[in-house]
């Protein structure tokens, strides 16, 4: 692996200036910040649905606290790529993995869930259950089914927020510019958890679990994966990729702090007692002298 293609500034859709105080990577960050679809996450729960008047995390709340955690896995990471794997002579990418990488991973994981339906995996569940049971439904004269190739009907009746999340981000909308958000390929790249079309899912293989693109994104993917040198896997006619280096990132921050906050939203909710939930993070926190009155919330 290259650690100098792994990265580009190159945008979809459109162009940027190149002036200015901002990176192209902090950008990405505050676009994701101001932008719709990463508020509208204030209304999707994250473990515990209707959970009344207590307040527990939703999907905006979790993804702030994966951003935070997934600036200083980038910034660790960053440093010892820059000290370890690059060219001293290189100052481009020196200046990449040292100044920029934590910025491309916190906005990556800013951006991690912001397809994801309602209820989450049982709004997926929903979504496709409608596609699967209407599937002969008639409209204007026409069965639904009718209006897809083979491959779109595949999205639908699998749908995955992953997908969803690439093409919220890119897709355009009225009255905006071309490529939706506009952010750097770099960042996209490291949310591609599941770099397949939904035809080559295959739970054997973990990035092959879900899939990570819809038909109408199949370009813009293919444009990442090129750009950024990702390795292609051989297969006749589905577009399949290993991941890219940075969602491994994104997944661990996605991952620390879903493990952590939902026993805290469990002891929020009575479901865990304080002890419980003490002696789970005993052996992680390492406390040896009373652990449990050394834990503080």
């Known amino acids: ?14 162009k940027r200036s190149t002036v200015g105080p ?15 679809a990463f508020r509208r996450l204030q209304s999707k729960t994250q473990v515990f649905p209707l959970p009344g008047t207590s307040f527990v995390h939703n999907r905006l709340t979790h993804s702030l606290e994966v951003a935070s955690v997934g600036r200083s896995l980038g910034a660790i990471v960053g440093h010892h790529i820059s000290t370890q794997f690059i060219d001293k002579e290189d100052l481009e990418s020196q200046d990449f993995y040292r100044n920029e990488l934590y910025n491309v991973i916190s906005a990556a994981c800013l951006a991690h869930d912001v397809g994801n339906p309602a209820f989450g995996h049982s709004g997926e569940e929903a979504i496709s259950h409608f ?57 996209l790249a490291s949310i591609l958890k599941y770099p397949c079309e939904s035809t080559s899912r295959n739970k054997a293989f973990k990035h092959r679990k879900k899939y990570g693109f819809f038909q109408s994104e199949r370009e813009i993917f293919s444009t990442i994966a090129e750009e950024l040198s990702m390795i292609p896997e051989d297969h006749d006619t589905d577009l399949i990729y290993k991941r890219h280096p940075f969602v491994y990132l ?24 304080r002890d419980q939930v003490a002696e789970s993070f005993i052996s992680v926190i390492g406390e040896i002298n009373n652990p449990i009155d050394n834990l503080h919330t």
Request: aromatic share 10%; net charge negative; hydrophobic share 35%.
């Open 1 to 14: 692996m290259d650690w100098s293609t792994c990265y580009s500034d190159q945008t979809i859709g459109r």
């Open 22 to 36: 901002r990176s192209h990577y902090q950008i990405d960050y505050d676009r994701m910040i101001f932008s719709s």
């Open 131 to 187: 596609f699967t049971e209407h599937e002969n439904a008639v409209i204007d004269g026409r069965v639904l089914r009718s209006f897809y190739m083979d491959k779109e009907w595949s999205d639908l009746i699998q749908f995955e927020g992953n997908a969803n999340a690439l093409r919220l981000l890119t897709q355009n909308y009225p009255g905006k510019g071309k490529g939706g958000l506009g952010l750097t390929i770099t960042t």
């Open 250 to 273: 994104v997944e661990a921050a996605d991952d620390i702090c879903y493990n952590i906050i939902d026993m805290e939203d469990a002891h929020r909710l009575g479901i865990l007692s």
